[in-house]
T-cell receptor, first 114, second 114 residues
Framework: DQQVKQNSPSLSVQEGRISILNCDYT??????FLWYKKYPAEGPTFLIS?????DKNEDGRFTVFLNKSAKHLSLHIVPSQPGDSAVYFC?????????????FGQGTRLTINP | DAGITQSPRHKVTETGTPVTLRCHQT?????MYWYRQDPGHGLRLIHY???????DKGEVSDGYSVSRSKTEDFLLTLESATSSQTSVYFC?????????????FGAGTRLSVL
């Protein structure tokens, strides 16, 4: 039973346009959501996060939107740049006995075309 | 960047042999995690630690054990490696109380079990 799903395995976007990556979750107890970016042969790097009490968080070209009623979050990248080509993972966080546990989606491979 | 070093970075081993992967961190983070990444599954939690000698199971812990004798080191052992444990393994860390809800990842260990 996958609690966090990224239904698009891949996405191709023209440089300069907006990239929108989507993520759905099933557990309403998640209190935090994060996006990680991963290049080949490297570990995931933190990109942006949002608390479950917010509906939007912005950091430069990156904005994350959270729709709690739909259990859906999205990452917007605008304008998209070639260096944004990577695999993006969304992750949902819960605290269990003080320890944070992350549940990851399957990832979406974003390709930015020049 | 939490100063996380994983060793070895690559390993090829035979079915039935024990394997130990090491994660070393320099940030004095309280929490440490081991994940595996497989196509179509994202990252899945194997085990985690919430302090020296304090560990607990994640969602895919069968066939794995861990130990944490020092704050900076978290070892993952495959007691008798199987081909299904061929994967990329990532270590992550997070600070203690009051730390941001962000896990920082190492560069990964690619393990092949033949």
């Amino acid at each position: 039973d996958q609690q966090v799903k990224q239904n698009s395995p891949s996405l191709s976007v023209q440089e300069g346009r907006i990239s929108i990556l989507n993520c759905d979750y099933t557990n309403s107890m998640f209190d935090y959501f994060l996006w990680y970016k991963k290049y080949p042969a490297e570990g995931p790097t933190f990109l942006i996060s949002i608390s479950s009490i917010k509906d939007k968080n912005e950091d430069g070209r990156f904005t994350v939107f959270l729709n709690k009623s739909a259990k859906h979050l999205s990452l917007h990248i605008v304008p998209s740049q070639p260096g944004d080509s990577a695999v993006y993972f969304c992750a949902a966080s819960s605290l269990i006995q003080g320890a944070q546990k992350l549940v990851f989606g399957q990832g979406t491979r974003l390709t930015i075309n020049p | 960047d939490a100063g996380i070093t994983q060793s070895p970075r690559h390993k090829v081993t035979e079915t039935g042999t024990p394997v130990t992967l090491r994660c070393h961190q320099t940030e004095n983070h309280r929490y440490m995690y081991w994940y595996r990444q497989d196509p179509g599954h994202g990252l899945r939690l194997i085990h985690y630690s919430y302090g020296v000698k304090d560990t607990d199971k994640g969602e895919v812990s069968d066939g794995y054990s861990v130990s944490r004798s020092k704050t900076e080191d978290f070892l993952l052992t495959l007691e008798s490696a199987t081909s299904s444990q061929t994967s990329v393994y990532f270590c992550a860390t997070r600070g203690g109380l009051g730390a941001k809800n962000i896990q920082y990842f190492g560069a990964g260990t690619r393990l092949s079990v033949l």
